[in-house]
Structures are given as C-alpha cells and as structure tokens.
C-alpha cells in the first residue's frame, strides 16, 4: 500500500523530532517553518522545503501543524492563504498544537464544508518523549480520519487514543494540563521543604518518587530543579498560554478550578521576572530563599 503523503509546519521543540520520525519510516514530506533554519536538518534528511503553508498543503494527503498559541492555529488554518481554503479534498488536517476546544471544533466544521477531514491532535511528553517517540497523542474527530492517521501517529508516539469528536484531543489535553499545574507546584514545595529541613534533595528523591508521589515531573523535572537546570523541554510562556485555555474552558462549563488558577498566578509571576523562555520546572526560582 502506497504511504500518504505528509506535511508538517512547526519543527520546533518537539516538532522537528516528530517530523523526523515520519522521515525515518520512510514517509515524504513537505515542511515549513516560520525560521527556515530550523528545518534545515529535517531537509538534509530528506525532507523537501516549501515557501509556505498552502504550499505545503498543495503537495500534501496529510498535514500536521504544531505552532505556538490559538490565533497562530487559527492564521495557519482560515482565511485565502490557510490550510483549510488550499488544501485539495480529502486531505487529512491534524492540528497538534495544544489549542482551544471551540477552535477545533470550528476547524472540524469548516473542514467538513470544504471536503477535509480534520484531526485535534495535542501531545504529552515534552522533548523528550518527542525524540524519543514515546509522546501521549490525544485525538477528536472523525473515527475514520483518526484511523487514516494512526499509522502516522504511531511513528512519533507511544500512546495514541481518539477520545471523541472534533475538540475532545484539546479537552483531554486540557485535563492533562490541569493535572501537572498542582503537581508542579507540589514538586516545587516538596524539594524546598526537604532542603529547608536540612535533607539531601537528592535522597529524599530516590525515596518518595518510588511510593504515592512518584510522577514525571517529580522524577524528571524534579531532578532538573535539584541540578539548577531551567532549560525548556516546555516553555513557561506555552504553560501560561494552555492554563489560560484551561480556565477559560472551565469557565465555560460553570467549573471552578482553583488549584489551576493558583498555579496560574504563580507562573504568571514568574514570566514577569522574565523567565518565559525557560522550562516549566524554572517554578522552582519561587521557593529559593
């Protein structure tokens, strides 16, 4: 069986390596990038380069965007030049970005009139679990477009389900997102407590991350904070944008979530001490005496 063809705008952070696992399984593809030189290794690999994203979309039967906030989801999908208007029909659109519910279900709906299928996509993971291909992928849409995909999705991923129709991959990431918030926080309070009570951070570690508390960001980012390494696997700034994302769509559903907006606030503050661009263990700056 022929493989489809893909596109991909967005080789960022985790991107790049999700892009470059689809290279590996032998799949062609197009790509695009707002800074060309991030592409360049993906290119040297075999990946063919294009002007812009209807460019992409022209050459491509699969389309994956992972960009930064909403309204770059919403520039990259509508409008004469987006994704949805050149796209030829039957195209699948997958949209990994960690975005808004409404959003992809307008994307869904718009699609839908236009002959598309499209795809929520958002991933967990971080950089590591995108090199690694072992990322969480969480997806809304059509059942049938899902399972076109899924071939795709299991080059860059270790944990692949589709949850629901269109937005059901960005409410479940969304839960996701809620869910580290708090436990970022904990991890935080957790190490500053040992070291206030004169502990070793790094065997208290190796003790409770084996019972209750054990989770990926005790053991990875916990570590990181221990060390006093702030570089982004995930940035500060894209956490803000997805707790916004999170309340808002709480609001909407008459929830209240207070252990998210604290840890909002918290990470509010610290983007305003100008740490926006670092990894989301930088919390930790916080607690420090």
């Known amino acids: 069986m022929t493989k489809p063809i893909a596109g991909f ?27 060309k030189s991030k592409t360049d290794e993906l290119v040297t690999q075999g990946a063919v380069w294009c002007d ?43 949209d990994m970005t960690t975005s808004s519910p409404v959003l992809a279900q307008q994307i869904g709906e718009k699609a839908s009139e ?23 992928i969480m997806c809304g849409g059509n059942r049938t477009a899902f399972e076109q995909v899924e071939p795709l999705f299991a080059c860059m991923g270790k944990t692949i389900e589709r949850l629901g129709p269109a937005g059901a991959g960005q409410h479940t990431k969304m839960a996701n997102q809620i869910a580290i918030a ?11 407590y040992a070291k ?12 409770i991350e084996t019972g209750a508390a054990g989770s990926f960001s005790l053991s990875r980012l916990g570590r ?19 707790m916004g994302i999170a309340i808002d769509s709480a609001d909407q559903m008459g929830l209240e ?19 926006g661009e670092l990894g989301t263990q930088a919390i930790y700056r916080l607690y420090q005496p």
């Open 114 to 136: 236009a002959g598309l299928e499209a795809v929520d996509a958002p991933v967990s993971g971080g950089d590591i679990g995108a090199k690694e291909a072992k990322l969480a």
């Open 196 to 207: 206030q009570a004169g502990l070793s951070q790094e065997q208290v570690m190796s003790v």
């Open 257 to 275: 979530l207070p252990g998210l907006k604290q840890a909002k606030q918290l990470y509010d503050q610290l983007q305003k001490e100008g740490a």
């Open 9 to 35: 705008i967005g080789t960022g952070v985790m991107g790049k390596s999700m892009a470059g696992h689809l290279l590996k399984e032998g799949y062609t593809l197009y790509v695009y990038n707002r800074t």
């Open 52 to 94: 812009s994203p209807d460019e992409v979309a022209r050459q491509s039967d699969i389309v994956f965007t992972i960009v930064g906030y909403p309204k770059d989801v919403e520039e990259m999908y509508f409008g004469e030049q987006g994704l949805i208007a050149n796209s030829k029909p039957g195209t699948i659109l997958v």
């Open 224 to 242: 990181k904070m221990i060390e006093g390494d702030e570089a982004a696997g995930f940035y500060v700034k894209h956490f803000i944008k997805d």
């Open 182 to 192: 708090s436990t970022m926080l904990g991890v935080a309070e957790s190490l500053a």
